[in-house]
């Protein structure tokens, strides 16, 4: 099993998410992707759009908490979907309150 390089360990997880971001054209485009995990400092989005890693993503999200920038580490092709490992910057980081909710449940 390969070691674990996450800086911060996450909780599985499963609801929508809207992505928001500029493609190399210089488009502004948005999606509807699916969290499967979320940390403090990072989570693990499956979204139907390839997404280079280095690309910047843009999020809002009232539930989870989550309003800023990341940036996308990882990008693996699964069955015409696309599982994308983005980190948070700058100040941006899941609060402890959320993340224990969904351990919890």
């Known amino acids: 099993?390969?070691?674990e390089?996450?800086?911060?360990?996450r909780c599985e997880l499963n609801r929508p998410?809207?992505?928001?971001?500029?493609?190399?054209?210089?488009?502004?485009?948005?999606?509807?992707a699916h969290v499967q995990n979320l940390g403090r400092r990072g989570m693990g989005v499956t979204l139907r759009?390839?997404?280079?890693?280095?690309?910047?993503?843009?999020?809002?999200?009232?539930?989870l908490q989550l309003v800023g920038t990341a940036?996308?580490?990882?990008?693996e092709d699964r069955?015409?979907?696309?599982?994308?490992?983005?980190?948070?910057c700058g100040g941006m980081?899941?609060?402890?309150?959320i993340l224990e909710t969904y351990q919890r449940a």
Request: net charge positive; hydrophobic share 35%.
């Open 79 to 88: 069955r015409g979907l696309y599982y994308i490992g983005i980190e948070f």
């Open 93 to 97: 980081l899941t609060p402890h309150e």
């Open 17 to 32: 998410v809207r992505l928001r971001w500029t493609d190399p054209a210089g488009r502004e485009c948005s999606a509807l």
């Open 49 to 63: 759009e390839r997404l280079a890693p280095g690309s910047f993503v843009h999020l809002r999200e009232k539930d």
């Open 5 to 9: 390089k996450r800086l911060a360990p």
């Open 71 to 75: 940036v996308v580490r990882y990008q």
């Open 1 to 3: 099993m390969p070691s």
